[in-house]
T-cell receptor
């Protein structure tokens, strides 16, 4: 069966610090991978998606970036965090026409 | 811009009653419809999907789709306290991948014991 891992589970970072969130997928090859953010009181916002190694599509212009160095690894990064980057970050892979989400990372920027 | 609208709630339903959750969408080309359940602090999990007009039943859950009126609903029969969660409606135009998925903001459901 397929499994998504995300770490860390929670993170508290000061404004201006860098960020690296990692997502790995088991049990499948060449998955489409996604990063979503869910901010307090807001819906799920698609940030990036990737259809293969080195292939990244950005949905929202911001200070975040994503990379896919390996087939089953997806990384979300920032060089300098903003307060507005706080939220629940979810990695997902596509299953037919919809998504299966990982456990998420709760990020608080202070 | 594609929109998916849900009443944010909270929707309070007594235990054992039927909970009815509604969702409307703006894109007439939408083909695939999904309901996710999200417990507080957890990630969303898929509970139902429907592609054709009409009803689809899975245990205590029934999804209803009316493409002409552009709404999809989720009924939960014999509601249990464990059903208390936020329910997200998601809509996909269908031909492409999940990057075409649009989520509503969710309805917060409370089942009162």
């Amino acid at each position: 069966s397929q499994t998504i891992h995300q770490w860390p589970a929670t993170l508290v970072q000061p404004v201006g610090s860098p960020l690296s969130l990692e997502c790995t997928v088991e049990g499948t090859s060449n998955p489409n991978l996604y990063w979503y953010r869910q901010a307090a009181g807001r819906g799920l916002q698609l940030l990036f998606y990737s259809v293969g190694i080195g292939q990244i599509s950005s949905e929202v212009p911001q200070n975040l970036s994503a990379s896919r160095p390996q087939d089953r690894q997806f990384i979300l990064s920032s060089k300098k965090l903003l307060l507005s980057d706080s939220g629940f970050y979810l990695c997902a892979w596509s299953v037919q026409r919809t998504l299966d989400f990982g456990p998420g990372t709760r990020l608080t920027v202070t | 811009q594609k929109e998916v609208e849900q009443n944010s709630g909270p929707l309070s339903v007594p235990e054992g009653a039927i909970a009815s959750l509604n969702c409307t969408y703006s894109d007439r080309g939408s083909q695939s419809f999904f309901w996710y359940r999200q417990y507080s602090g957890k990630s969303p999990e898929l509970i139902m999907f429907i592609y054709s007009n009409g009803d689809k039943e899975d245990g205590r859950f029934t999804a209803q789709l009316n493409k002409a009126s552009q709404y999809v609903s989720l009924l939960i029969r014999d509601s249990q306290p464990s059903d208390s969660a936020t329910y997200l409606c998601a809509v996909n135009e269908g031909g492409g991948g999940a990057d075409g998925l649009t989520f509503g903001k969710g309805t917060h459901l409370i089942i009162q014991p």
